[in-house]
């Protein structure tokens, strides 16, 4: 059963500031929950339907409670039988690595975004994303709830853009409206993509370290893509096979 007070505590940590005081992050449903138990994230407590069960559950306390009381605690217009608290994991700005692929965004604002932005970068194997400090919290649960699961296997850390950029030794690749064909350019064994902003695009200040502007050639008459979509085609021809 869940008390006044602890329904009260779950739905405080929907707030970044008790969510920072707590060093805790929100975790909802099926798939993130079962991410999570896998991970190596702490969880903290869990709260979860009757029918719900889960090899890893052991991990932490569970409170079986009601979908009355699911109901009442959870963001989403459509609960999935269960809610979980965990540690927010530390996530340090990693330096630039030979070899690898680093997604850096730029003042990302649409928690839909972010979080699609961490899935994709989870499917195309880049576990490091810098982003700069003005983006969507990491642990917003909405972006949480939009990774889909990955936001247990990429990391976000959040930085001064100038700065990283300015260090590393990498191709920076930026996406804009006026770059070269994404289709004309090779794939690469290493890189920074920069992805924009959704509505300015990437900061007039960051664009003289773009080493290698990229657009997406438009056929129809949209005037634009998601930042999200954009970052996945960009990616799907930076990182194909050879």
């Excluded at 927010?88 to 932005?117: C, F, R, S």
């Excluded at 003005?134 to 936001?151: A, C, L, R, W, Y």
């Excluded at 950029?165 to 409206?177: E, K, R, W």
């Excluded at 893509?225 to 930076?238: D, W």
């Amino acid at each position: 059963m869940l008390s006044k007070n602890e329904a009260k505590y779950i739905q405080s940590l929907f707030h970044k500031k008790q969510r920072d005081a707590l060093n805790l992050f929100i975790v909802e449903g099926v798939k993130g929950v079962d991410e999570l138990l896998n991970s190596s994230i702490q969880v903290q407590k869990i709260y979860a339907l009757d029918n719900w069960e889960h090899p890893k559950m052991h991990k932490a306390p569970i409170v079986r409670i009601s979908e009355s009381a699911l109901q009442q605690v959870s963001a989403l217009q459509t609960p999935n039988k269960v809610l979980a608290i965990a540690a927010q994991p530390v996530m340090e700005v990693q330096p630039p690595v030979k070899g690898k692929w680093i997604l850096a965004l730029d003042g990302i604002k649409d928690p839909g975004n972010m979080g699609t932005l961490i899935r994709i970068a989870d499917w195309f194997g880049i576990q490091q994303i810098v982003a700069s400090e003005d983006s969507v919290e990491f642990f917003n649960p909405k972006v949480i709830q939009s990774t889909m699961g990955s936001f247990a296997r990429v990391a976000v850390g959040y930085t001064p853009l100038l700065q990283y950029l300015n260090q590393t030794d990498l191709p920076v690749l930026g996406a804009l409206l006026n770059g070269n064909s994404i289709y004309q350019q090779p794939a690469l064994k290493e890189g920074v993509l920069l992805i924009g902003n959704e509505s300015n695009g990437i900061s007039e200040a960051l664009l003289p370290l773009i080493s290698l502007p990229v657009s997406i050639p438009r056929i129809g008459g949209a005037e634009s893509l998601n930042a999200a979509v954009a970052g996945g085609i960009l990616l799907s021809h930076l990182l194909k096979p050879s």
